[in-house]
């Protein structure tokens, strides 16, 4: 089946730094959504995109649907302790099922 | 309300044994979904239901079978555990197919 690309990885940053991450998809997408997932929990939704070209934001996230509906991206400012897990994106086409991505894994460096 | 939640929380199969995971929802969700997570995988989707009495199978539904008798639960089975099957299993809710999905906190499984 399909998946998104996502990169990187893994990031390790320390506190107070700024981070970005993206999806890449060979298919469009009409929702991009991008969830956090705690150890040992289930994901979480963080932001939800609609349209092409969408920039939104969530406190200190930021999140944009990109023009081509193929990727998507978000970024994390000023990060925190808080912060740390693994965050997804997903893609989703109507009422089709959603597509996610392999996860990008933050860890912060006290 | 309590969400989405799952039961047990974690398991330990032998090969060839039968096991049965249970979500349960009480936000009146029409759409259920059970995922599989595997490192370096991301969430893959087994088996979904779009309402009470309904299900349909995901990307890899091979090995599982689900139940929707009662709308607010979706029951995931494994009739003969492979160790393929060792996983972190999500359940998921949404009210529509195509609105939010509310995630369980996870079954952690070892097939031994």
């Known amino acids: 089946g399909q998946q998104l690309n996502q990169s990187p990885q893994s990031m390790f940053i320390q506190e107070g730094e700024d981070v970005s991450m993206n999806c890449t998809s060979s298919s469009i997408f009409n929702t991009w959504l991008w969830y956090k997932q705690d150890p040992g929990e289930g994901p979480v939704l963080l932001i939800a995109l609609y349209k092409a070209g969408e920039l939104t934001s969530n406190g200190r996230l930021t999140a944009q649907f990109g023009i081509t509906r193929k990727d998507s991206f978000l970024n994390i400012s000023a990060s925190i302790p808080s912060d740390v897990g693994i965050y997804f994106c997903a893609g989703q086409r109507g009422n089709e099922k959603l597509t996610f991505g392999t996860g990008t894994r933050l860890t912060i460096i006290p | ?112």
């Open chain 2, 1 to 112: 309300n309590a969400g989405v939640t799952q039961t047990p929380k974690f398991r330990v199969l032998k090969t060839g044994q039968s096991m049965t995971l249970l979500c349960a929802q009480d936000m009146n969700h029409e759409y259920m979904y059970w995922y599989r997570q595997d490192p370096g995988m991301g969430l893959r989707l087994i088996h979904y239901s779009v309402g009470e009495g309904t299900t349909a199978k995901g990307e890899v539904p091979d090995g599982y079978n689900v139940s929707r008798l009662k709308k607010q639960n979706f029951l995931l089975g494994l009739e003969s555990a492979a160790p393929s099957q060792t996983s972190v299993y999500f359940c998921a809710s949404a009210n529509t197919g195509e609105e939010t999905q509310y995630f369980g906190p996870g079954t952690r499984l070892l097939v031994l």
